[in-house]
């Protein structure tokens, strides 16, 4: 079982839509990562939690530490939204390495 | 302000030839430093990590090594590719945060 997975896969949504993103993990962790990969490769650090909510422009990023669960949220979602949105997490007691969830290919339809 | 560089940025290589990724960390001292593979179709994989010079731990066994010869200087190397190796190298830095940085990545090609 990998220790951390993230739901779903694949998805698409029209434009306008809310969209949500699932991450749980099994370890215990310091802090948990929302990442965005476009189609060049590059990748974004969106949010960095450890507790709580936060929130940056149209996305909402939140974790539940007692659940070890964590959502991406996109408001009012647009064609350039679409990427690879992916969690990671950093294990307590790490060297503040990321491991990584498989990621969720989102397309967002005009 | 910091920044990380990484070099080339894509590169195809021969199976059986040696390899040299290099990765730099502008405006910051004594990172953690980080090298992150994505095979095609599979997701992102730790294989390296540096706490300090000449510190590095191996996550994952293969023909790949790395060295950090000086404080912001990463480098992951290969005496003989496989096309196994091909894909996206990611190069990452931290400090005493959370907060990680990556660089543009290195999208290599083993033919």
């Known amino acids: 079982k990998n220790e951390v997975e993230q739901s779903p896969q694949n998805l698409t949504a029209q434009e306008g839509e809310f969209i949500t993103i699932n991450c749980s993990y099994s370890?215990?962790?310091?802090?948990l990562h929302w990442l965005q990969q476009h189609p060049g490769g590059g990748i974004v650090s969106l949010f960095m939690?450890?507790?709580g909510k936060k929130k940056h422009g149209r996305l909402i990023a939140t974790i539940n530490i007692q659940e070890k669960h964590s959502s991406l949220h996109i408001t009012a979602s647009h064609p350039r939204d679409s990427a690879v949105y992916i969690c990671?997490?950093?294990?307590?007691?790490?060297?503040?390495?990321?491991?990584f969830g498989s990621g969720t290919q989102l397309t967002v339809l005009p | 302000s910091q920044t990380i560089h990484q070099w080339p940025a894509t590169l195809v290589q021969p199976v059986g030839s040696p390899l040299s990724l290099e990765c730099t960390v502008e405006?910051?001292?004594?990172?953690?430093l980080y090298w992150y593979r994505q095979a095609a179709g599979r997701g992102l994989q730790l294989l390296f990590y540096?706490?300090?010079?000449?510190?590095i731990s191996s996550e994952v066994p293969q023909n790949l090594s790395a060295s950090r010869p000086q404080d912001r200087q990463f480098i992951l190397s290969s005496k003989k590719l496989l096309l196994s190796d091909s894909g996206f190298y990611l190069c990452?830095?931290?400090?005493?945060?959370?907060?990680?940085?990556f660089g543009p990545g290195t999208r290599l090609t083993v033919t």
């Open positions: 990452a830095w931290s400090a005493v945060s959370y907060e990680q940085y």
């Open positions: 370890v215990g962790i310091s802090a």
């Open positions: 939690l450890s507790s």
């Open positions: 990671a997490v950093i294990s307590s007691g790490s060297a503040r390495q990321l491991t």
């Open positions: 405006g910051t001292s004594n990172p953690n």
């Open positions: 540096s706490i300090g010079i000449d510190q």
